[in-house]
């Protein structure tokens, strides 16, 4: 049986990462994100989550073994999606999906796609988002880039009671700048849409500018409520742009 290598200063050798077989790979990757890994020993100083080191790892392998872990990774995921007694469940749920994420795994976007729409890990009273497993989902269909249908966003956003906001805008920012900013219009908590004007709009700005961002921002400011309106309009006034009240209003009647 063939075994990871690590130096007295903590340097794994790749070499013996890629002379394992399917199977120890399999053991290993799995091993690892349920935190039972005796091969690389963890700093828990650096509190780096148990996926990590496979993220860190991952781009100096071979392809045939990047290839291995694809094939593990939706092995895996299936598991999750299929199997009622499957051992992905809460944390090394959240490890799993974040391997996913990190090693782009495009492959598992269907079976991500049924679990999130059959709601089988959505918890109403979730503590945080960080503990949500469905959350994750969201998370991971994002970060893979899967452009889905508006109407699965907005499912979702009405499903959390905003709580998804900043996932939801994400995702329909997938699909066009005006799906994205339109959320606005159906957030009724202003500190809700504070957070996600000032994680997202920074970004927007770089991405599209501030002329083509405008318009759209002008075409739904009417309809969105009062105090989150005041809050669009003055992380826009720190940015230097004023919206024309009278112009914009006018062409709406």
């Not at 905003?162 to 805008?169: I, K």
């Amino acid at each position: 049986m063939n075994k990871i290598k690590v130096s007295e200063i903590g340097e794994v050798d790749i070499k013996s990462i890629e002379s394992l077989s399917y199977d120890e790979l399999k053991k290993w990757i799995k091993h690892r994100l349920l935190g039972k890994d005796t091969q690389i020993p963890s700093d828990f100083r650096q509190g780096d989550s148990p996926y990590y080191i496979i993220y860190l790892l991952y781009p100096k392998l071979e392809r045939y073994v990047r290839e291995d872990i694809h094939r593990i990774v939706l092995e895996f995921i299936k598991d999750m999606t299929r199997n009622q007694d499957s051992i992905w469940k809460e944390e090394v749920g959240h490890q799993l999906l974040l391997l996913a994420q990190s090693v782009h795994s495009e492959e598992t976007i269907d079976f991500l796609m049924e679990m999130a729409e059959s709601c089988r890990f959505f918890v109403a009273d979730a503590p945080s988002l960080a503990e949500d497993l469905h959350y994750r989902l969201l998370q991971t269909l994002v970060a893979l880039g899967h452009r889905t249908t508006s109407k699965f966003w907005l499912e979702q956003f009405d499903l959390a009671n905003e709580r998804y906001a900043g996932v939801v805008f994400d995702g329909l920012t997938l699909i066009s700048l005006k799906q994205a900013v339109s959320l606005f219009s159906s957030i009724d908590s202003v500190e809700q849409a504070e957070e996600l004007i000032f994680s997202s709009f920074p970004y927007l700005l770089d991405e599209y500018g501030v002329a083509q961002i405008a318009p759209i921002i002008e075409e739904y400011l009417l309809k969105m409520k009062s105090g989150v309106r005041t809050a669009v309009q003055s992380f826009f006034a720190d940015e230097g742009y004023t919206f024309n009240f009278k112009e914009w209003r006018h062409t709406l009647c």
